[in-house]
């Protein structure tokens, strides 16, 4: 049996609370739970009544005689790269939640150590642990579609005063003298621009790599420090372009996620995370009739390689060029938009960009970016540039 042990418990991690709750899990037990505001957790009851040890800290729990194999990181984000060093020496194998960290030589650094250790470190872009998406990697690359030529995907999901007062980071550029960069495209809307990357690259284990990234970000609520919208277009080394629209700043509860693949055999679409692959000699497949896996398959994959002994297809390789894509969009200026709507009150208070929906649609379906959307002039905008923002 598998020892487990959850660090962070406020806003994800309350998700991992959730399946150790609701649900048998095979091989894997919960052994101590590292949360300084415990307390405010619904789940105390549970953690109590199973009689889990609870600390305040991390050194804390390292320095206890409580011993676990895997380590689940849903701290914030700014103590991931502390915290995974630690564990990692201290023997542990490690499922963390994106952004890992906002630092490509702290990524680097934290591949040296886990290779070093001997244990692993997955990463939670719970998409590309699906079977289906899995299922869809195994046929690109064997080359039932032919060479990949393009791809896009849109995901939007509005968020509120509420998501934005949840934690310290939520929209900062720093959080605890550390860079954040919280936006859709780094933390919440990351999931589909990391299964576009993932899902092209030469190996199971890899993806493509970032070379450029061109476009549009918007910023409709006005007590953040990023943006909160974007489209753009992202060049690869391997020459496949793909293009990407996120936005939190809609009236719309969500909108998609799509994505679309195109081959030169034909194409791979999905809708609402349901795929469909159209060949060219007329063939479906439908990706939609395979499992997906457990709601938190991250988890039970980690478990499962702990207790194997082999290492998880989403690593700390697999990700950094998610995080090389954060670090290249920040460098495009951002639109601030100054009569975005407010919608709603209290915590649901909502900014909405107009006309952003409409226009990211339609740049979709055309495999375009939008130079602004603000093309009528009726919106107040002003151009921030990047160095400003990181000079915060």
């Known amino acids: ?14 998700n991992y609370l959730k399946e150790f709750s609701e649900r048998e899990i095979p091989d894997g037990t919960l052994v101590a739970v590292v949360d300084p505001f415990i307390e405010r957790s619904q789940y105390l009851p549970f953690i109590e009544r199973i009689s889990v040890p609870v600390f305040k800290d991390l050194d804390d729990f390292l320095k206890s005689q409580v011993r676990g194999e895997l380590a689940v990181v849903s701290s914030p984000i700014h103590t991931h790269y502390e915290y995974i060093k630690k564990l990692l020496s201290h023997g542990y194998d490690i499922l963390t939640e994106k952004p890992v960290t906002i630092d490509i030589e702290r990524m680097n650094d934290l591949i040296r150590s886990e290779r070093e250790s001997g244990h692993f470190v997955a990463v939670g872009y719970q ?6 998406v899995s299922q869809m990697k195994k046929d690109i690359l064997a080359g039932i579609y032919g060479k990949p030529i393009r791809a896009k995907a849109l995901r939007m999901m509005r968020r509120d005063r509420k998501y934005y007062s949840r934690t310290g980071w939520a929209g900062r550029l720093k959080a605890g003298g550390e860079y954040v960069l919280d936006s859709p495209l780094s933390n919440a809307c990351a999931h589909h621009a990391e299964a576009m990357l993932y899902l092209l690259g030469k190996s199971m284990d890899e993806t493509l790599h970032v070379s450029s990234v061109s476009g549009s970000l918007y910023k409709g609520r006005p007590d953040i420090q990023n943006y909160d919208a974007a489209a753009i277009k992202i060049e690869t080394q391997e020459g496949i372009p793909l293009y990407y629209y996120t936005a939190h700043s809609i009236e719309e509860k969500k909108i998609g996620p799509y994505l679309e693949i195109e081959f030169d055999g034909g194409k791979i679409v999905g809708d609402d995370d349901a795929f469909k692959g159209y060949l060219n000699d007329g063939r479906v497949i439908d990706y939609s009739r395979i499992d997906k896996g457990e709601r938190l398959k991250k988890l039970y994959d980690s478990i499962e390689c702990t207790k194997n002994k082999s290492r998880p297809l989403i690593s700390l390789s697999t990700s950094i060029e998610h995080v090389n894509l954060v670090l290249k969009t920040e460098e495009l200026p951002v639109y601030i938009v100054y009569n975005a ?24 379906r055309q495999w375009e970016i939008p130079k602004c959307i603000m093309g009528d002039n009726s919106h107040k905008i002003e151009k921030e540039n990047s160095k400003t923002r990181r000079s915060i």
């Not at 049996?1 to 309350?14: F, N, S, T």
């Not at 919608?343 to 649609?361: A, H, K, M, N, W």
């Open 127 to 132: 998409l590309c642990f699906q079977n289906d």
């Open 1 to 14: 049996m598998v020892r487990v042990v959850l660090i962070g418990i406020g806003g994800y991690g309350e």
């Open 341 to 364: 709507e407010l919608v709603g009150e209290g915590d649901d208070e909502t900014y909405v960009i107009p006309g952003l929906s409409e226009s990211f649609l339609s740049s979709y």
